[in-house]
Structure formats: structure tokens, C-alpha cells
């Protein structure tokens, strides 16, 4: 053997025949092997716990502790017990043999051997071993990937619910802007026509029942503001519902509401996280009711794309517009750009005054 190469393997011949351990010891050297030799068991023993072999050679008949019971010790060695063990012995009764694998023996050779048929099985038993190696560091290594996967799962859910959180305490306080802004300009309205109709109801009945009628009205608009409130203040939007679905829904409220019927075209990746469906579908409910609000438009369009990079939102009017230099944190478009960053995205507005308005959000595109 080249004395710069590294063995083969450790292999430890036990016999108590010199003559055998002579000529296995040699032929193995030979072949590449490094050989450790013992003439009886319990010098076998003390070997292996002092240096474990890849594998071993073992004879039956020896005096003091035999092949059976050395065999029998390694394997209940927590220690040892992976060591393969081959039997070599002149006993060629099945029953010696069926005793040499009942005892944790792999294979098993009768004497007088031949060397080919010997190294063939120490070849045969190694490269079982090796695979054996290989396959256990590939379990640890995947059972090291699934705790790293399982963590940053656990992180991307704890991420997902503080975004949630996030986007819920930010819902209620543009609800409760909405509720300063509308609902309490309605109540006061309200309050002035019932204290009119008060004062003219023994005076000029007619005018009284016109401002009744004036202030029913009211109350039925700050009903509906109440109704919108609650409505957007669930900490689901989506209800169970798809994406597309929600969206279609948003589309047929504004119909019925404008008279406008947007057109859209939706393409989506096959999977989405919650919160991603959350944060497109709360971006498209602000801007189109800003839209309904402010904009005075006669088409609206909605798109949604999907490329290897991104995931890219647009919504687009041809309504009134306005100068982005004079409004940039109005009509709720502070509470949409908030909700782009918590997920990784960016959101432009592009709109000149009668010239409408194009509000476009990118989103890096996750792995599916």
C-alpha cells in the first residue's frame, strides 16, 4: 500500500490460529487495508472499546470467551453495537451458522476460505456501512432543514399576524377618521334639521314635514355609514372568500353605489399568503372608495399581474384627479402606502388635476 494513501478501512482480525492471522493480516494489509490482529475474545473486546474498527473478522472456537458470546457483548454495547461483525470458522453446520446471525453476526465464511470470497464480503459490508453513514447524516441534515423550515414558518406567522395587527389598528383609525369626518357631519346635520322641524311644527307644518323628511334621509345615510364601518372594521376582510371573489363583490358595491361598473382583469400566482390577500384587497376597497368620494369618474379599471419578479396592482380612474405636490397623505392613499410596506412593496401614484388618477403597487413575487 502506498504509505500516502489513507487505509481502506480499520479492520480487527480475531483467531486463535497464528497461521490464519498471518495470512489475513497480510493479504489485507495488501489490499489496503489498515489490520489490527487478537489471538482470543477478550483481548477483542478491550481493542474495540479502546479503538472501534469499521469491521471485524471472527473466529467461533477460541479459548476463554468464544466468537458467539464476544458478538453477542459488542452488540449490547450501545458503543459497539453498529460494528459489523463476520464470522470465520471451520463449523459448517447450518445450525452453527443460524447461531453466528442469531447473535448479531452479517455474513458468515467457512474455513479454509478463499481470499477473493473474502474480500468480496468485507467490500460487501463496508460499502453497507458507508451507505448506512451517509443515510443517517442525510436524516440529521434533514431533520436540521425541517427545524429551520418549522422556525421560519413559526416567524413568517408571527410576521403575518403582527402585519394583521398593523393593518387592523390602522383600519380603525381610518374608520374612526371616517366616523369624525362623515357619520358626525351627518349627525350634526341631523340634529339642525329635527331642531327646525321642531321649531316650525305649530307655525308652517309643511316646512316641518319637509325638514322630517330631510333628516330621515340623514339618519338613513348615517345608518349606512354605521353599516360600512362595521363591516370594514373585521379583522378578516375576505371572509373565507377567494381573492377574485371579493374583488367581484367590490366591483358590484361600487356599481350599485356609482352606476359606474369598473372592468378588471385579475391574474394570480396559484398561492397566496393571508395576509398578502388581506393587504391587496384593503388597498382596492380604499382607492375605490376614494374614488366613489372624490374622483367623479366614469370608467374605472382594475388590473392585477403577475410576473417572474412581482405581483403588480393597479387601479385607475378617469375622474377629477388632483396635484400630487398638494396631496399626498389624503383620501386615505397615507393608510394604502402603509399597507404596501408592511408587505415588502411599493406604492406610486401618478395624477394631474382632470387628468384622473393611476395608483400602482408592487409586490416582490414570493417562491412558490
Not at 56 to 74: A, T
Not at 159 to 179: F, G, S, V, Y
Request: some cysteine; glycine content about 6%; overall charge negative.
Amino acid at each position: 500500500m502506498d504509505c500516502t494513501q489513507l487505509p481502506k478501512a480499520d479492520i480487527l482480525l480475531v483467531d486463535d490460529n497464528i497461521d490464519n492471522l498471518r495470512l489475513l493480516s497480510a493479504m489485507l494489509t495488501k489490499q489496503g487495508y489498515e489490520v489490527r490482529s487478537v489471538t482470543n475474545g477478550s483481548t477483542a473486546l478491550m481493542g474495540v472499546q479502546a479503538q472501534p474498527p469499521d469491521l471485524i473478522l471472527l473466529d467461533i472456537n477460541m479459548p476463554g470467551i468464544n466468537g458467539y458470546e464476544v458478538c453477542r457483548q459488542l452488540k449490547a454495547n450501545n458503543q459497539t453495537n453498529e460494528i459489523p461483525v463476520i464470522f470465520i470458522s471451520a463449523l459448517n453446520e447450518t445450525f452453527d451458522k443460524v447461531k453466528a446471525f442469531s447473535v448479531g453476526g452479517v455474513d458468515y465464511i467457512t474455513k479454509p476460505f478463499q481470499l477473493e470470497e473474502v474480500y468480496a464480503r468485507i467490500e460487501n459490508q463496508l460499502t453497507l456501512r458507508r451507505l448506512q453513514a451517509q443515510l443517517q447524516t442525510q436524516n440529521f441534515l434533514l431533520q436540521q432543514t425541517e427545524a429551520e423550515l418549522l422556525k421560519a414558518l413559526e416567524q413568517e406567522q408571527k410576521l403575518n399576524k403582527q402585519i394583521e395587527e398593523m393593518a387592523t389598528l390602522e383600519e380603525r383609525n381610518r374608520i374612526a377618521r371616517d366616523i369624525h369626518d362623515s357619520l358626525g357631519h351627518s349627525l350634526v346635520a341631523l340634529n339642525i334639521q329635527l331642531e327646525a322641524a321642531l321649531a316650525l311644527w305649530q307655525e308652517d307644518p309643511n316646512k316641518a314635514h319637509k325638514l322630517l323628511l330631510g333628516a330621515k334621509q340623514l339618519g338613513s345615510n348615517a345608518l349606512k355609514a354605521v353599516r360600512q364601518s362595521v363591516a370594514e372594521i373585521r379583522s378578516e376582510p375576505l371572509q373565507g372568500q377567494l381573492l377574485q371573489e371579493a374583488i367581484a363583490n367590490l366591483v358590484e358595491e361600487f356599481h350599485q353605489t356609482t352606476g359606474v361598473v369598473p372592468t378588471y382583469q385579475i391574474e394570480l400566482p396559484s398561492t397566496l399568503p393571508q395576509a398578502m390577500n388581506s393587504v391587496i384587497y384593503r388597498i382596492l376597497q380604499e382607492g375605490l372608495t376614494n374614488i366613489c368620494k372624490h374622483a367623479k369618474a366614469s370608467e374605472v379599471h382594475i388590473q392585477i399581474q403577475t410576473t417572474r419578479s412581482d405581483l403588480c396592482v393597479t387601479l385607475q380612474d378617469n375622474g377629477n384627479g388632483f396635484q400630487l405636490s398638494e396631496n399626498r397623505t389624503g383620501f386615505g392613499l397615507q393608510g394604502m402606502r402603509e399597507r404596501a410596506i408592511a408587505m415588502g412593496g411599493q406604492l406610486e401614484i401618478f395624477s394631474q388635476p382632470g387628468a384622473g388618477c393611476q395608483i400602482k403597487v408592487r409586490f416582490p413575487r414570493l417562491a412558490e
